[in-house]
């Protein structure tokens, strides 16, 4: 069966490191793959997405690769932040007009 | 440009009640999912509609729950005869027709005592 796999302890880093976030995914052959942040008590947001043809994204201080020999997506946050603090979602769909399938989420924890 | 509204954010009910959840899409957007999520756990799919018509309902269980998603008005979630085991945080997201990013709302929790 798909499974998408996140790792499931917190991530700890100290304010200005780069935080590497990873993504596995078996089973699965998508279309193009999405990153999201969820803090407590909210709605997921959307950061960035990369498609199967896409190598690599960047926007401001985020940068996704996507490796579909690999099966599996790195989300980098470089100097990163307290404000940063959140858990984060990797979400895959098959093609543009079907559903998400999330992961569980990793949680980072950025300290001053 | 309002968000994707979803009420109400919290809403508790009696086992056997019927709890019904309200989601209005982004403008613009005519296709929404809801999605469900327990503690600890990952959001998982229940349904996919576009205006007045359900695409992809196999995330759904078969039994007490139905969408729907009019031409007029909110899409609705709607639990009939609510368990313990409904209690979780519901999202309804949004996206346009060609579906690149999804829109979520802020989620009611539904508490079933």
């Known amino acids: 069966s798909q499974k998408i796999e996140q790792n499931s302890e917190a991530l700890n880093i100290q304010e200005g490191k780069t935080a590497t976030l990873t993504c596995n995914y078996t089973?699965?052959?998508?279309?193009?793959l999405q990153w999201y942040r969820q803090d407590p008590g909210r709605g997921p947001v959307f950061l960035l997405l990369?498609?199967?043809?896409?190598k690599e994204k960047r926007k401001e201080r985020l940068k996704v690769t996507f490796d579909t020999t690999l099966k599996q997506s790195l989300f980098h946050i470089t100097a990163s932040q307290p404000a940063d603090s959140a858990t984060y979602l990797c979400?895959?769909?098959?093609?543009?007009?079907?559903?998400?399938?999330f992961g569980k989420g990793t949680m980072l924890l950025v300290s001053p | 440009n309002a968000g994707v509204m979803q009420n109400p954010r919290h809403l508790v009910r009696r086992r056997g009640q019927e709890a019904r959840l309200r989601c209005s899409p982004m403008k613009g957007h005519s296709h929404v999912y809801w999605y469900r999520q327990l503690p600890e756990e990952g959001l998982k799919f229940m349904v996919y509609?576009?205006?007045?018509?359900?695409?992809?309902e196999s995330g759904m269980p078969k039994e007490r729950f139905s969408a729907e998603f009019p031409k007029e008005g909110p899409s609705i979630l709607r639990i009939q005869q609510v368990v313990r085991g409904d209690s979780a945080a519901y999202f309804c997201a949004s996206s346009p027709p060609w579906n690149t990013e999804a829109f979520f709302g802020q989620g009611t929790r539904l508490t079933v005592v």
């Open positions: 509609l576009q205006k007045e018509n359900i695409i992809d």
């Open positions: 990369i498609r199967e043809n896409e």
């Open positions: 089973n699965y052959s998508p279309a193009y």
């Open positions: 979400a895959l769909a098959a093609s543009g007009y079907s559903t998400l399938t």
